[in-house]
């Protein structure tokens, strides 16, 4: 698929169906996001893939980790957030998590790392789209839970960037492509008369 087309295509499609990309679609997945923009060449990017069996058994960790902050924070959990925890696997057959990893820099910010790492989901999300496949960036309160971090390995001090839901777009659920609207977000400046 063409660049533009891909980019044109790609929608978030909420609920995908096997097959995921195999290996070598992997590979090519996460090659083309560490191809994105890094200033500094910093490799801020850290990418946990979860699949199969591992994935499965991630539900179950999400819920214990919602519950965890419910308690750090002094609160009963709630039994439909937790529920909810435990199906979200169900959502798609591969899940790659994006996260961010500062590097020690006198000169590039912290919101520059991050910046990359965005850049990269973005650059994975369209070799998902231009391979056949589809995908959906997730976040929500996961993404911000400390429990969920320490369960990915991750320390403290990264950022989870996003959970890019990964497979093949069930017969019916295509989206039609993006129809670009500018109206009002462009402008073409000018030097002052
Ligand atoms: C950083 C980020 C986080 C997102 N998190 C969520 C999310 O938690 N839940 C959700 O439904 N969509 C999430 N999305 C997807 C957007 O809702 C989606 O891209 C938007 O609705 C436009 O649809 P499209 O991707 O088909 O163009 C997220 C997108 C980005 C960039």
């Known amino acids: 698929m063409e660049l533009l087309d891909a980019i044109r295509s790609r ?17 090519q997945i996460l090659d083309a996001a560490v191809c994105a923009p890094d ?3 910093l490799r801020p990017w850290r990418f946990i893939v979860l699949e199969g069996e591992a994935k499965d058994a991630f539900g179950p960790v ?7 902050e419910y308690r ?9 957030k937790v529920k909810k925890d ?4 169900d959502r798609a057959p591969l899940v790659v998590v994006a996260a961010c990893d500062y590097q020690p820099n006198e000169k590039i910010p912290r919101s ?21 496949y589809a995908s959906m960036w997730r976040t929500g ?19 989870i960037v996003g959970f890019l839901y990964v497979g093949t777009i069930a017969e019916g659920k295509e989206k039609p492509p993006h129809e670009p609207e500018l109206d009002g977000v462009v402008t073409h400046w000018q030097p002052p008369a």
């Open 11 to 27: 929608r978030s499609i909420g609920r995908l169906t096997a097959p995921a990309p195999d290996a070598g679609e992997l590979r």
């Open 141 to 159: 309160p996961n993404a911000y839970n400390p429990h969920v971090k320490t369960a990915l390995g991750l320390s403290e001090d990264c950022d």
């Open 72 to 80: 750090d924070n002094g609160r009963e959990p709630e039994p439909s």
């Open 86 to 89: 435990l199906t979200k696997m």
């Open 112 to 132: 520059e790392q991050h910046a990359a790492v965005v850049a990269a989901v973005q650059n994975a999300s369209l070799a998902v789209t231009a391979l056949g």
């Open 39 to 41: 200033h500094g060449e």
């Open 62 to 68: 999400l819920a214990a980790a919602t519950e965890a």
